[in-house]
């Protein structure tokens, strides 16, 4: 077969780690197609993306990679979707190197997010988004240390982040949490699979004026297999297979998804540093005279830093209480924000 040399995006200063993820079987096939390309095994890539297409027949980039291995049997090809025109190959281009960036750029091995400082032992995993890879990663909670379980490609709002009001197409930044499993008997086809809904917009959109509704994650529809980076109305978007591999994770009312631009890698050296001081901060707080009365469930409170805000941190914990009907509790959310090196609180609300 002739060479095929596509224009992909070289990376700098990192390198390819191997993780203990555990990517669906489909991923796991495309990958291995980058991989062959990339080491000029051509009739190998031509082999496998075959089996890709002859399984999930309506997955245009498959078709899109098929038709350049043909084509590259007689000819050069410089870049995906060589001879198609530009209108109709600019989102398959955009998914495949969203998806090749994936591949090569692997978060550091042992390194976590930034974002999850504590986790609440009822919270057995967490979703972590990074919206500028379009990557969905799957932490299991291993005794409060948040291990990465798997990771998936992701569609989102179609004019990127940081939603502000109804319709304007774009997802979110934030912690939520999913709030509610949607029943098979009321999705429409446009959902996929499976959908779970998030609590967009919460608390702390309100206070800041922001609006919409409606934020999901959920699978594909039936004639597509996977959607380009930038297609949603807002929700996050997987294919149906990724939907159906992460369902299984996920608890209503309890599991956080945390939605940033750019999700920032630290060691667990430093992840454990930064967890002690924070706790240690929350601890003081509970232990404060003026609070003795709140009694907070030390057990069931988490921390997690807001997407693009390093000084500003979301507290989740419930609160019991008593009335006349007996014991009941609370689940709150609290916003503390470092100001002149101090922490405080700013807002609190139901969570």
Not at 16 to 23: F, G, Q, T, V
Not at 103 to 119: C, D, N, Q, T
């Amino acid at each position: 077969m002739a060479r095929w040399q596509p224009a992909l995006p070289r990376l700098q200063g990192r390198t390819r780690e191997r993780s203990s993820r555990r990517p669906t079987a489909w991923t796991a096939l495309l990958k291995r197609i980058f991989d062959r390309i990339e080491t000029q095994q051509l009739d190998v890539a031509l082999e496998l993306v075959e089996q890709l297409v002859q399984r999930f027949p309506n997955y245009r980039l498959g078709h899109l990679i098929k038709g350049d291995l043909l084509l590259a049997q007689i000819q050069p090809v410089a870049s995906f979707g060589a001879l198609a025109p530009a209108d109709r190959t600019s989102a398959l281009q955009a998914e495949a190197l969203v998806r090749l960036n994936s591949y090569r750029e692997r978060p550091p091995a042992g390194h976590v997010p930034r974002h999850l400082i504590k986790m609440a032992p009822e919270q057995s995993h967490a979703v972590v988004v990074d919206a500028g890879r379009s990557r969905l990663y799957l932490f299991r909670n291993d005794g409060g240390f948040p291990r990465l379980v798997a990771d998936y490609y992701v569609t989102q709002g179609e004019l990127g982040t940081d939603k502000f009001r109804e319709g304007d197409k774009k997802t979110p930044l934030g912690v939520y949490r999913v709030t509610r499993t949607v029943p098979k008997d009321q999705l429409i086809d446009l959902y996929g699979s499976a959908a779970f809904t998030l609590n967009y917009p919460n608390t702390w959109d309100r206070q800041r004026g922001r609006g919409g509704s409606g934020i999901w994650l959920h699978g594909t529809q039936s004639d597509t297999f996977a959607r380009p980076p930038l297609a949603s109305k807002g929700c996050i978007v997987l294919t149906n297979p990724d939907i159906d591999a992460v369902s299984a994770y996920l608890q209503d009312g309890v599991t956080p998804v945390i939605i940033s631009d750019q999700v920032e890698w630290i060691s667990q050296s430093q992840w454990q540093r930064e967890r002690d001081a924070l706790a240690g901060l929350l601890d003081a707080w509970r232990a404060d005279e003026k609070n003795a009365d709140l009694e907070i469930d030390a057990d069931k409170l988490s921390i997690f830093r807001n997407p693009g805000q390093d000084d500003l941190l979301v507290v989740n914990f419930e609160q019991q209480g008593r009335s006349r009907a007996g014991a009941s509790s609370q689940k709150k959310v609290q916003y503390w924000r470092r100001e002149a090196g101090s922490w405080k609180i700013v807002h609190e609300g139901q969570a």
